[in-house]
């Protein structure tokens, strides 16, 4: 048969139905996939961020635990000496507690950038991607 060579369509005017349907079909799968992986890197930051904030908590309750015995060891030498002793563990304790402090600003610090959990940025991503199927949808 001559003449019987198909061609395929390069205008989407000239593109059958079906055949657009399939290049919306791959397309929106494509995009979906896209979406997935931001979501995921996204989601894979805010983790790590959340376990750096846990561990300097973490590290922020043992440097406290440890200006508090500091301090009680400098109020039992107190009682047992009357100066050099004591005023020592005070302020060994005193520095302990201002690195507890710091440790936990910066934990909190740490904490709040890894919230909300919610991957934001690949939902943004989903919602634009949404609006534009609309708009194309409605022309």
Do not use: C, N, Y
């Not at 205008?11 to 979501?39: K, T, Y």
């Not at 930051?45 to 508090?68: D, I, N, Q, T």
């Amino acid at each position: 048969m001559i003449g019987s060579v198909r061609r395929r369509p390069t205008d989407a005017h000239e593109a059958s139905v079906g055949e657009l349907v399939e290049r919306a079909s791959q397309q929106l799968s494509e995009l979906v996939r896209q979406e997935m992986r931001l979501a995921q890197a996204e989601l894979t930051r805010k983790g790590k961020r959340a376990g750096l904030g846990g561990g300097m908590f973490g590290g922020a309750a043992l440097v406290g635990f440890v200006a508090l015995q500091a301090l009680v060891a400098g109020a039992i030498a107190a009682l047992a000496l009357v100066l050099p002793v004591w005023a020592s563990a005070l302020i060994i304790g005193g520095v302990l507690l201002l690195v507890t402090g710091v440790l936990a600003l910066a934990g909190r610090k740490e904490l709040r950038q890894a919230t909300p959990v919610a991957p934001q940025e690949a939902i943004g991503g989903v919602k634009a991607d949404i609006r534009e199927i609309k708009e194309r949808a409605h022309r």
